[in-house]
């Protein structure tokens, strides 16, 4: 069974602008890609989610290749509020038509002073 | 509106013993999911109800595991007897629609096996 890949860490500056990407091969054509946010405590939150090209919204930018094999999630400059953990969660064939949700394993981001 | 909420927030129990998880989903969230991360490793999908129907139970590691929702509103997740390796947090998750839509977590429940 196919599963996200994404980087384990990644360390950054406040002020500068963060990519995190995420390959997915098995991806369904009809399931849309998804990344989520977590703090310690805390439940996974939604960040960001589209199906192909580029997204924005207030917080974040989705970048998708035409093949949709992989995804990047864009944090543009993070302050130190953005130290995480950044899941990416995208949806797999499984038999008999139904998509299985999978999360990566998760990139853990340090923003330093 | 309120949130995804799970009861309680933290449990410790001793091998063997019985333990039920509740998770009360967004309202109107027909879809609810339930998680699980153990120490170090990922969260692992368990199951998802589409209202008071299992859609997707394949994540349910054994027969220990009985998960229900009555009613299609909350869900409970009871484990009995629990193991030392069921330690770990149990996320509760709804959406409004299934496969890739957005979920919203709940806080999680802590489980402590001793």
């Known amino acids: 069974l196919a599963k996200t890949t994404q980087p384990i860490s990644m360390d950054s500056y406040e002020g500068q602008e963060v990519n995190i990407t995420c390959s997915h091969n098995?991806?369904?054509?009809?399931?849309?890609i998804t990344w989520y946010q977590q703090f310690p405590s805390q439940g996974p939150r939604f960040i960001i989610q589209?199906?192909?090209t580029k997204v924005t919204n207030e917080v974040a930018s989705l970048f998708i290749p035409a093949d949709r094999k992989s995804s990047t999630l864009s944090l543009p400059r993070v302050s130190l509020s953005d130290t995480a953990v950044y899941y990416c969660?995208?949806?797999?064939?499984?038999?008999?038509?139904?998509?299985?949700?999978?999360f990566g394993a998760g990139t853990r981001l340090a923003v330093h002073p | 509106e309120a949130g995804v909420t799970q009861f309680p927030s933290h449990s410790v129990i001793e091998k063997g013993q019985t333990v039920t998880l509740r998770c009360d989903p967004i309202?109107?969230?027909?879809?609810l999911y339930w998680y699980r991360r153990v120490m170090g490793k990922e969260i692992k999908f368990l199951l998802h109800?589409?209202?008071?129907?299992?859609?997707?139970e394949s994540g349910m590691p054994n027969n220990r595991f009985l998960a229900e929702r009555t009613g299609g509103t909350y869900s409970t997740l009871k484990v009995q007897p629990a193991e030392l390796e069921d330690s770990g947090v149990y996320f509760c998750?709804?959406?409004?629609?299934?496969?890739?839509?957005?979920?919203?977590f709940g806080p999680g429940t802590r489980l402590t096996v001793t």
């Open positions: 998750a709804s959406s409004l629609r299934p496969g890739g839509d957005e979920q919203y």
């Open positions: 098995n991806i369904a054509t009809n399931d849309y």
């Open positions: 589209g199906y192909k």
């Open positions: 969660l995208v949806g797999f064939p499984v038999s008999g038509g139904y998509n299985k949700l999978i």
């Open positions: 309202s109107g969230h027909d879809n």
């Open positions: 109800f589409v209202k008071e129907s299992k859609q997707d």
